[in-house]
């Protein structure tokens, strides 16, 4: 569903993704981990479209994003880390926005804003400006705008941020649905144990290179670990710090 | 390092930060040409007020009293100006700014979180007075030979008259916030201060002041003098300023207005901090509620729905949100109010024209005034567009993502954006150009000229605002008043002044001909050059429409986020 060949971006001198090569399969729930800085979210904006590459190709179902951006772009819902909306239209008339950017209106849209809506239990906030909702609620918005036109694909950026535990398990069953029907979902986060528990694939970057990318099992034969935990696997390929070094820190 | 600069700190490396930034994208240019605009600014205020002060200067007698008095009324508007700005500005420094989290939190004293935001509530609302004040002290200091020691004299007299409103500004906040929460406060503030200026403007012109300056208004010199010397407002600050530089520039010296300034400063600022200790917890907490609005939109998809309805869903959706945006935030649409203000006035200019006092009606005047009153008309339009069209695309920075990662053809954004600002600027000419011909009693002809002119340059100053927006985008800011200020605003008023000059320029040429066959009683013949004049005012015209355009349109495909 997603392929990225040779995908490069530099601002500037600085290389923040350097001559990746990935390939996510329809179906599929995807995670694409790595350290802070590594090149994550420059990587899902060049695949939302909101960045331009500097180098290489973006496939999203068969349409080259950069060839073909509309028909790429019809395909995808887009979940980005920082929600930033308009403040001044209500929860709803978001939502029905969005669908019009995707040249969607009539009653099949406003029945599927007040399904989402009452999915996500902003019912009693549809009227209500954005700019009284809070963050979490922000966040709600802004993955039921990503659902709102039916896309193929789900690109994410840090899903979990912001919501409650009730909203997190929402969203999990949310995707396991939404990939169990055909869709796919890439998403980058730090909470390994969700990662863990939920993607069927898993990439790690690391200063813009992918150092290892598979499924559990293989991404343990690739670095011979055993039974580790993702969270010992991402530590061993990226170099965290020791707990001695940790308490050190904290002691000092 | 004590706590109270420490504070202040980050304000202070922001800023060199900023610098820095514009120094390394090759901002010297940009400084250049601000420096410039600033300078001719300054030399212009300073030029007008040395000639005044001149004359005054070779009156006897009441020549002193005349610039005093000039002096006192310029000081009035400064505090009354100072006032409104600190008001609003404390709101957003003590109340909204995003560093208040960190700073509330903080083991920090509170004498130092109100001092630190006090200055910072000055600095933001001052530095327009200050700066204006410079090349006006100045002329004064030249034309009474204040001599070096001026310049440091008058810090010493404007200081307090910055502070003072500062304190009182941010103790009325203060006060406002406890009673009503913050963003409330912010849209009752904003439509009140706009309002009250707009009053202020209007009424000043309605009375006109030009009749107050007919000496036969007085019976005699005495009569005259008495009322210039008597004190405008002896209890405000800014007669005391006043005083302490009119005594130190004409004699005698009044040690006691300057007395009277700083004593009064240092009590506000401890009758602030005071209040502040008192009031700042409670008000803060309240100013974290937030404004809880229902929102009706069906109004404005009833009112809108049947227009368009004709249009894509794309387009239609774009501009019913840009509608409902507009309308629901108060800093935008209580614009308007000075906007109605401004048209009033322009059309009250025209009305007081003496042209019709004469028992014959003067063509060649009336014709010559509606014809430059398109120039007139053309700059009015270009400053609108800055503040309401310049800003639509900074305006979207944040949102950029969504409509990027969406398949939104960016072509119907700026097709958008531009009807969405050009018809209501085009209806406002057509109105203005229109009304002013009809009180002018033009001919036909001046008429058809000045319609044509006025809707091929208002279609053209809207394509440069949205053009020149894009090109200097301004996405960090979320106040859409302070973009239109911005480097790029200033590019985009000199160069639609450029296109206006030349418009006139051209059609000068038949417009001169048309005077000169009707003043000596000939037909008005439509000739070649009168053909080709408008033709080339039309050519122009339409490349200033798709030039920009079609240049922000690139410039919209390579923002990156």
């Known amino acids: 569903m997603i392929r990225l060949e040779h995908l490069t971006k530099r601002f500037g001198g600085f290389t923040a993704v350097d001559d990746i090569e990935l390939h996510v399969p329809r179906g599929k729930v995807f995670g694409f981990l790595g350290p802070n800085g590594a090149g994550k979210t420059t990587t899902l904006r060049m695949i939302a479209g909101i960045l331009r590459p500097t180098a290489g190709r973006i496939w999203l179902g068969g349409d080259d994003l950069i060839e073909r951006p509309m028909a790429a772009k019809h395909r995808l819902g887009f979940i980005p880390d920082r929600p930033f909306m308009y403040e001044k239209l209500t929860g709803s008339e978001f939502l029905r926005f969005v669908a019009g950017l995707y040249g969607q209106d009539g009653t099949a849209v406003e029945k599927r804003i007040d399904e989402l809506l009452d999915l996500f239990e902003l019912t009693v906030w549809k009227d209500k400006l954005i700019e009284a909702y809070s963050h979490g609620m922000r966040q709600k918005l802004i993955i039921s705008s990503a659902l709102v036109h039916r896309p193929e694909l789900i690109v994410v950026d840090e899903p979990m941020v912001g919501l409650d535990p009730r909203g997190t398990r929402l969203l999990k069953s949310i995707f396991r649905h939404f990939v169990d029907r055909g869709g796919t979902v890439l998403m980058s986060t730090h909470t390994l144990e969700v990662a863990e528990a939920m993607c069927d694939g898993i990439a790690i970057i690391q200063a813009g290179k992918i150092v290892a990318h598979g499924t559990m099992r293989e991404l343990r034969q690739q670095t011979k670990s055993g039974n580790a935990s993702l969270e010992e696997l991402f530590l061993k390929l990226t170099g965290g710090s020791t707990e001695r070094e940790l308490a050190a820190i904290l002691e000092n | ?157 404007l200081a307090p008259t910055l502070i003072i409103p500062a304190t009182i500004g941010s103790a009325i906040t203060l006060i406002l916030v406890n009673v009503f929460p913050a963003r409330r406060t912010r849209d009752l503030l904003s439509v009140i201060t706009i309002a009250a200026a707009g009053i202020l403007v209007l009424l000043f012109r309605i009375i006109r002041p030009e009749q107050l300056a007919r000496p036969e208004g007085f019976r005699n010199l005495l009569d005259f003098i008495t009322v210039l010397r008597t004190p405008t407002s002896p209890l405000l600050p800014s007669e005391w300023a006043t005083n302490g530089i009119m005594g130190y520039l004409v004699g005698p010296f009044d040690g006691l207005s300057l007395i009277m300034l700083w004593t009064t400063c240092a009590a506000f600022l401890v009758l602030g901090a005071a209040l502040h200790y008192r009031l700042y917890p409670a008000g803060f907490t309240k100013a974290q509620e937030g404004a809880d609005r229902f929102v009706r939109g069906w109004i404005w998809r009833v009112l809108l729905t049947p227009v368009a309805r004709l249009l894509s869903v794309t387009k239609r959706e774009l501009i019913i949100k840009d509608i409902k945006l507009f309308f629901r935030d108060t800093t935008q649409w209580s614009q308007l109010i000075l906007l109605a203000v401004l048209v009033v006035i322009y059309l009250f200019n025209i009305k007081a024209l003496p042209l019709f006092s004469g028992e014959r009606v003067p063509f060649f005047f009336v014709t010559l005034i509606s014809f430059l009153n398109l120039g007139l008309a053309g700059f009015v339009l270009a400053s609108i567009a800055a503040r309401f069209i310049f800003p639509a695309i900074s305006l979207e920075g944040r949102q950029m993502w969504l409509l990027r990662s969406s398949p939104l ?124 004049a408008f033709a080339l005012v039309l050519l122009i015209c339409a490349l200033a429409t798709a030039i920009p355009l079609w240049v922000g349109l690139r410039r919209m495909e390579a923002f990156e986020f």
Request: glycine residues 8%; proline residues 4%; without cysteine.
């Open chain 2, 1 to 157: 390092m004590s706590t109270l600069a420490n504070v202040m700190r980050p304000k202070w490396l922001t800023m060199l930060a900023r610098v820095r930034q514009e120094r390394a994208r090759g901002g010297r240019g940009k400084m250049l040409v601000l420096g410039f605009v600033g300078l001719a600014f300054w030399l212009a205020v300073f030029g007008v007020l040395y000639r005044v002060l001149s004359y005054f200067r070779g009156v006897e007698e009441i020549g002193p009293l005349l610039a005093g008095k000039l002096l006192g009324l310029t000081m009035l508007s400064f505090l009354a100006i100072l006032l409104l700005s600190n008001i609003i500005t404390a709101l957003s420094s003590y109340f909204l700014a995003k560093d208040l989290d960190l700073l509330v939190s903080s083991p920090v004293d509170w004498l130092h979180i109100y001092l630190a935001k006090l200055g910072e509530t000055m600095l933001h609302s001052s530095w327009m007075v200050a700066l204006m004040a410079v090349p006006i002290l100045t002329a004064y200091g030249v034309i009474y030979d204040g001599g070096w020691l001026f310049a440091p004299y008058a810090i010493v007299v």
């Open chain 2, 409 to 532: 053809d960016l072509r119907a954004l700026m097709w958008a954006k531009y009807w969405m600002g050009t018809i209501p600027l085009l209806i406002l000419a057509l109105l203005i150009t229109v009304l002013t011909n009809v009180l002018l009693k033009t001919t036909m002809f001046m008429m058809v000229v000045s319609v044509g002119t006025i809707i091929v340059l208002t279609l053209a100053i809207g394509a440069m605002a949205l053009g020149f927006g894009a090109l200097y985008p301004q996405f960090e800011t979320e106040n859409a008043a302070q973009i239109p200020t911005s480097f790029g605003g200033l590019v985009f008023m000199m160069t639609t002044i450029a296109l206006l000059a030349l418009v006139i320029v051209i059609e000068a040429i038949p417009v001169y001909g048309y005077l000169q066959a009707t003043f000596s009683g000939q037909p008005v013949e439509i000739n070649a050059v009168m053909i080709g």
